[in-house]
């Protein structure tokens, strides 16, 4: 049933917001020339990487998809990046990955290598699910880039106060999911991001 659910939503969600999409990828390539996807290598089910898809927020340095991820780094983040990075507008791809099987509409957010090495044992467990594009962890951390701007260094607070606390929240996920509890997260994380852009 998650699945049928996930492919049915994941596919009316893209049709629906295709007016959206291409407006936003118009106003990504005017505001900064490059692609309009940013990708990157992501930790998915049973250990195995996927490339996860986002609108590209940052300027262009490198590769997209060998692109590392660095804590509260802001400095190269575009005009329109603050906007669909704040409105989270920018995780809409990734509906492209659940479609693709890679993802879920709801389970652990999936991280880089480097970020599941560290707690390999506690990734075990959670990685027995498809990760997700919302969960109980991003909606208690929806204000997570600011926390980590604020920190005198970002990387560590990540390391040792934000993922400590995501990981016990994903724990909390999967020994308690169900479909409703999926559906009630759903409406929870649309609720925020309404009453963010209120």
């Known amino acids: 049933m998650k699945r049928i659910f996930d492919v049915t939503v994941s596919f009316l969600g893209l049709i629906l917001l295709l007016p959206l999409i291409l407006t936003i ?4 390539i005017a505001d900064d020339k490059g ?3 940013f990708t990157q290598w992501r930790v998915g089910k049973d250990g195995r990487l996927f490339v996860l898809y986002k609108f590209r927020s940052m300027k262009i340095t490198g ?10 780094n802001t400095a190269r983040v575009t005009k329109v990046g603050r906007f669909i990075r704040s409105n ?10 659940v479609l693709k099987g890679e993802m879920s509409l709801v389970g652990p957010r999936p991280e880089i290598q480097s970020w599941v090495d560290l707690c390999p044992e506690r990734w075990k467990k959670i990685l027995t699910v498809r990760p997700g594009i919302t969960d109980n962890a991003s909606l208690e951390f929806r204000n997570e880039e ?12 990540y390391r040792e106060i934000i993922l400590p606390r ?7 996920y999967i020994s308690h999911h169900s479909f409703a509890g999926d559906l009630m997260l759903i409406i929870k994380t649309l609720l ?7």
Not at 25 to 28: E, G, K, V
Not at 166 to 172: E, N, R, S
Not at 192 to 198: G, P
């Open 25 to 28: 990828s118009l106003l990504i």
């Open 35 to 37: 692609p309009v996807f």
């Open 192 to 198: 925020s991001l309404i009453k963010k852009t209120a």
């Open 63 to 72: 590769s997209g998809s060998d692109a590392t991820f660095e804590p509260g």
């Open 88 to 97: 989270k507008i920018d995780e809409i791809p990734q509906l492209l990955n």
């Open 166 to 172: 995501k990981l016990d929240l994903y724990d909390q």
């Open 146 to 157: 600011a926390i980590l701007v604020e920190s005198k260094d970002p990387e560590a607070t």
